[in-house]
């Protein structure tokens, strides 16, 4: 990929347009062709968030077919659409990376789901309806029971919309097919990994629509806090000698702005 394209950094969560100066691509071609890949290359991939309050590196790499170019050298396949396999090298995985007062047993559940998505979709489903029962707990203070219990509960105060409601009984119900055996254990019942990936869809919507929010909402009140505690400090202190504007009246100083 060539810059400048878009990018939403796993750390931060901050859409950004990425430039060349944070981007670097390095393509590998092994020597040894293998029968299940045929000639291949890989494509690593390093970005480096480029907002000055996060600036860390997001890796990837990603296979491709490998054709041969005018100078005889190697370049991807030019018939290709798509990476053969791609891997995440940093963070391990497209987990978002949500902030420490997000409490860590919700957190882990969480970056595990997406850690074996593509691997096994339906231990993912069961990590997601855990981290989904954590915040029941945590945040909601739902009083711990079966998962259907404590949504129901939560359901009844009125915090959660009908939607909202509807959505996570589906990720406990779709989590329980890890979670618990059928009676009848003829009857295979998979989970895909877009469904998998749904379910941690939802569960990143709480975590914003809780956690999030409530972190957000208290820095604003504290910052409105904070302004009257300096405004009614200054009037205790006499207030200000400044004449209105910030600067001396009349001063003719060229260049300066209203």
Request: a neutral charge.
């Amino acid at each position: 990929m060539t810059p400048p394209f878009h990018f939403e950094c796993p750390y931060c969560n901050r859409p950004t347009t990425i430039q060349q100066n944070d981007y670097e691509e390095e393509l590998i071609k092994p020597a040894p062709t293998g029968k299940d890949t045929g000639t291949i290359l890989y494509v690593l991939a390093t970005v480096v968030c480029p907002s000055p309050d996060c600036r860390k590196t997001t890796v990837a790499m990603s296979q491709w077919r490998a054709a041969r170019n005018r100078s005889g050298g190697w370049e991807i396949d030019p018939e290709t659409k798509a990476s053969q396999r791609s891997w995440r090298l940093m963070p391990r995985s497209r987990a978002r990376q949500y902030p420490e007062y997000v409490p860590v047993p919700v957190r882990e559940d969480y970056e595990e789901a997406h850690l074996i998505l593509k691997d096994s979709p339906k231990a993912s489903a069961t990590l997601a309806r855990r981290a989904l029962q954590g915040i029941m707990r945590d945040f909601y203070g739902a009083k711990p029971g079966t998962l259907y219990d404590e949504i129901t509960e939560v359901a009844a105060t009125g915090k959660m919309d009908a939607g909202l409601v509807k959505a996570t009984h589906a990720v406990r119900d779709v989590g329980n097919i890890g979670a618990h055996m059928s009676k009848d254990i003829s009857v295979i019942v998979p989970v895909e990994p877009g469904e998998a990936e749904a379910l941690l869809g939802l569960i990143e919507l709480l975590l914003d629509e809780t956690y999030v929010a409530r972190h957000s909402r208290e820095q604003r009140v504290n910052a409105v806090l904070q302004v009257a505690a300096d405004k009614q400090a200054l009037r205790a202190a006499g207030g200000s000698k400044a004449p209105p504007g910030g600067g001396a009246q009349g001063s003719g100083t060229p260049g300066a702005k209203p």
